[in-house]
């Protein structure tokens, strides 16, 4: 229940936004929390631990904590520096050394004429002359204090290799600070650390500590501090926020500074929940930096895994989910992101099965894991809700899952290859490109998308090579006499079963003869992958990922290939295939009203594969044909369809005379014979009358 809340008197003249979004927070007033940080530092300064190494997620406040320490840090026997490492990642040692003499250099307890930092070209000649000549300026100014050097953007230079900074400034940086006995360093890095062995092996005795989540009592302060003599906020309103924050410091500054924002247009001096809702979009559209920011740092894999959770969540539970027992929060998932992404048709990966436990470890997913015993499946939710809303609205999962085809660039070159291939009607070449970036990369769903219209190209000129061989003779019959020769050995080679040589002598036809390239090729490429149910068997396994990516456009392509794998298996009479593949296509009609006409062919086409299986074996097959028949005739019914369901019932009979079930079908069909056509009745009479005999 909204808790009544006391307005506040509105000041005559608003002040400034005071929630701060978009850079480090310097004001020590407008700093809440991080109390136990800042002691675990102090502790550590005062043991001289000479590395401090501090990690966090983007955008957790990591920079401001730096900005901090020296305001929160009350050690008079250190001088602190700050230093941010942001861009310099590609620069030489030299120039980061040259930047850091002149930070030192500048600090305000160092202005005296006895600290001059080297030029640049000093540095480029002897990078010695930091450690050596100016660092000693240094301390004899400071005195009996040290000197703290706060190091930000710690981890920039992991990126990149050469003669950059990487290569250098770590073991330079780790053998100068233990040579001299009064530098410290605290760096903080926006990763985990397990992720960055080279700097864990330079520092690895150094002591750690994660820069994490807000407590709650100092997210409240957060959030009511900073403008207290302008807004009141209610108690639930306090709730909605922390709830979509979860005490992350920038996304509640992000919320409460889009609800400052609001009230001061709008006069008012009192934040409900209903406000906190209400500004949700806006947070979201005036964070649109922030909250890519704090994404884009994740590997693929795992911003596939982080929407497919997010997608889970707005989906809500399974039904039937509370008959299950246990104690999963509101908007939890019962199953894991792993099944998601199979029903899109991914294949999990390594890196996509190990996604999950590094976001958990990252802190972007939480688990929830369900208390009833009997149901040991755990559970996430993202860390973060308004990040969670943003990746619904920004980062849909299909459109992520699209992100996989990046993770190789050669692999992803060899693909605008075969699409260059098929542009210019070599489907062979092309088909070839495109199983070799599947084979490579198994989620290059655009590959995949691709080889079904080369296979269905292949489908298409089989069908009338198949139907139309004369025709084709006739324009092959227009060659002259050496490409004929050269078409008669290719046609011999197939024959032979050397595939590889009667491509080479089609390709020799081709090049002089390109209006038959279509036909040719086609011909060259049924041959090299077999038998035409081949082409239909890999054309059902690529259009079954393809529908499970994108239902809507790929569902008739799923059906057709489906029907025509099964027909391809009855002409080889592998009647028990060609049911279980039949099954398939009936599934993905199910029986509603939209699919009446669909599923009625679909239910006709069963009663002719069990009707060709009945005619090879049976003994084997009547049990199948007949409930076929009644199924077909049931369905008929039920659309009365009085006709068709009364000769499909006659059928059954024919099959087995005494089937009960067809007997009183028909005799229900002849009660209603009153609400059909004229003449309807002398056909079931005839029916009658051969049954009676």
């Known amino acids: 229940m909204t808790s009544s809340v006391a307005e506040v008197a509105i000041t005559s003249v608003w002040k400034e936004n005071p929630y701060i979004i978009g850079r480090p927070i310097y004001e020590p007033e407008q700093f809440f929390g991080r109390e136990d940080l800042f002691q675990f530092i102090t502790d550590n300064l005062s043991q001289r631990a000479k590395v401090i190494l501090l990690h966090g997620q983007r955008r957790i406040g990591k920079s401001s904590v730096l900005r901090q320490i020296p305001n929160f840090v009350r050690l008079e026997d250190f001088v602190f520096v700050p230093f941010d490492l942001q861009g310099k990642a590609q620069m030489p040692l030299s120039r980061v050394l040259y930047d850091l003499t002149t930070k030192i250099a500048n600090h305000p307890n160092l202005t005296q004429d006895k600290v001059i930092p080297p030029t640049l070209v000093d540095l480029e000649n002897n990078q010695d002359i930091f450690a050596g000549k100016f660092l000693p300026q240094v301390y004899e100014v400071l005195g009996s204090r040290n000197l703290v050097l706060l190091i930000d953007e710690f981890d920039v230079l992991s990126d990149y290799s050469g003669d950059a900074a990487v290569e250098h400034f770590f073991p330079y940086l780790q053998s100068t600070i233990y040579r001299q006995e009064k530098l410290f360093i605290i760096p903080v890095v926006g990763r985990r650390l397990n992720d960055m062995p080279t700097l864990l092996n330079l520092f690895k005795n150094a002591p750690t500590q994660e820069i994490g989540l807000l407590d709650e009592r100092s997210a409240k302060r957060l959030i009511t501090k900073p403008a207290r003599d302008m807004l009141k906020y209610s108690d639930d309103a306090i709730q909605s926020i922390l709830e979509l924050s979860s005490r992350h410091p920038y996304f509640t500054q992000l919320l409460c500074h889009v609800l400052f924002a609001r009230a001061r247009d709008e006069q ?239 390709k020799k036809v081709l090049e002089d003869n390109p209006d038959l390239f279509s036909a040719l090729s086609i011909m060259v490429i049924s041959w090299d992958v077999g038998k035409l149910v081949d082409i239909h068997r890999r054309l059902v396994d690529l259009c079954s990922r393809a529908y499970r990516f994108d239902p809507m456009r790929y569902e008739e392509e799923y059906m057709q290939a489906l029907l025509n794998y099964e027909r391809s298996l009855m002409r080889q009479k592998k009647f028990e295939e060609a049911a279980q593949t039949f099954a398939q296509a009936l599934y993905l009609k199910p029986d509603n009203p939209d699919n009446k006409d669909a599923r009625t062919d679909l239910l006709k086409e069963l009663v002719d594969l069990y009707s060709q299986a009945y005619r090879s074996d049976s003994m084997r097959y009547e049990e199948k044909y007949m409930q076929a028949l009644l199924s077909y005739g049931h369905y008929l019914m039920q659309r009365e369809k009085f006709g068709e369901s009364a000769r499909t019932f006659a059928q059954a009979l024919y099959l087995k005379p005494d089937n009960e079930e067809a007997l009183e079908a028909l005799e229900k069909i002849e009660s209603e014979t009153h609400k059909v056509e004229e003449g309807w009745s002398y056909y079931l009479k005839w029916i009658n009358r051969t049954f009676d005999d």
């Not at 209400?278 to 979201?284: L, N, Y």
């Not at 990252?362 to 009997?374: A, H, M, N, V, Y």
């Not at 969670?388 to 609205?393: E, Y």
């Open 268 to 506: 008012r001096s009192t934040i409900t929940q209903t406000d906190v809702e209400s500004i949700v979009d806006k947070a979201i559209e005036s964070g649109e930096a922030g909250l890519a920011w704090f994404r884009d740092g994740l590997p693929i894999p795992e911003r596939v895994v982080f929407s497919a959770v997010a997608e889970l969540q707005e989906k809500g539970l399974p039904p039937g989910r509370q008959t299950w027992g246990g104690d999963l929060e509101p908007g939890s998932v019962m199953f894991g992101p792993q099944i998601l992404l199979s029903k899109y048709g991914v294949v999990l990966t390594d890196p996509l099965r190990k996604a999950e436990a590094r976001l958990v470890e990252w802190g972007f997913l939480r688990e929830t894991k369900p208390s009833d015993p009997i149901f040991k499946v755990a559970t996430y939710k993202v860390t973060v809700e308004l990040v969670r809303r943003w990746l619904v609205k920004r980062h849909p999962l299909r459109r992520e899952i699209l992100q996989l085809e990046c993770l190789d660039d050669k692999v992803h070159r060899d693909y605008e290859k075969a699409v260059e291939a098929h542009q210019r009607g070599d489907v062979l070449d092309a088909m070839r490109l495109y199983e070799q970036v599947l084979e490579a990369n198994l989620n290059h769903f655009h590959a995949l998308f691709k080889l079904i219209d080369a296979y269905w190209d292949v489908e298409e000129s089989y069908k009338a090579v198949e139907s139309s061989e004369e025709a084709y003779q006739l324009e092959l019959n227009h060659l002259d006499t050496e490409a004929n020769r050269i078409y008669n050995e290719a046609v011999e080679a197939r024959w032979r079963g050397d595939v590889s040589k009667a491509h080479e002598q089609y």
